[in-house]
């Protein structure tokens, strides 16, 4: 580790500026594109997005997921329904999403309520992963516990063996989560921390926007 203090791990952000006049009306439309920037930029995985859920005890859990769709339904992303942020889901429907793009210093923030889709719309989602990555959905529910690496070989190594000539078929546990955001901020790192802060709200006739403070 580094024998630098923590403190002292900073440098200044002075890739770009963001002015009320430079963003779209629609900030799904924005979304989009600093989004496309993003990938051209480099990045690796501009859809990798920290996803926030509330435990039904109130414990609040935060983890890594990737954005498989932005539409009319909100930001999509894939799951079990039994997984542990399926199960916080279920009990708490707000949520949380951030998105993080260092080449550019920029951040997005979006909060909203999450919906589960509907069977047919989570089949066209499965349809789309790589066999492989079908077959992982099924030899165990996301988070349970396994005995060690060989276990879990052996288990897709059985479940590969049973599709290697079939499709595999959709399970009723897993699908996309719909989020439907209430705000969508932007963030756009700026020397002396005086970063560009724009957040929009959701109201009945659209959208309104509004500066923030660093």
């Known amino acids: 580790m580094s024998s630098k203090p923590l403190g002292l791990h900073r440098r200044e952000f002075s890739q770009g500026r963001l002015d009320i006049d430079d963003l779209d009306k629609d900030p799904i439309q924005e979304f989009q594109r600093w989004y496309d920037e993003a990938e051209k930029a480099g990045n690796l995985d501009p859809s990798a997005m920290a996803l926030a859920t509330v435990s039904p005890e109130g414990a609040p859990h935060v983890r890594m997921v990737l954005l498989k769709a932005i539409d009319e339904r909100g930001f999509i992303f894939c799951t079990h329904q039994d997984s542990p ?58 988070s349970d516990p396994v005995e060690d690496r060989k276990t879990l070989d052996a288990k897709f190594e059985e479940a590969s063996r049973q599709f290697e000539n079939s499709d595999v078929p959709p399970p009723e546990n897993w699908g996309g ?3 439907m955001p209430a705000t969508i901020e932007f963030w756009q790192g700026r020397v002396n921390r005086l970063h560009d802060r724009f957040r929009f709200s959701r109201t009945a006739d659209g959208w309104s926007l509004e500066r923030l403070m660093p």
């Open 177 to 179: 989560y719909a989020v």
């Open 85 to 142: 942020k399926g199960k916080d889901l279920q009990s708490n429907p707000a949520a949380a999403i951030t998105f993080y793009w260092p080449e550019l210093e920029r951040q997005v923030r979006i909060t909203g309520t999450a919906r589960w889709l509907s069977s047919e719309e989570n089949a066209a989602f499965f349809s789309t992963r790589p066999k492989g990555a079908q077959i992982a959905v099924l030899i165990g529910h996301q």
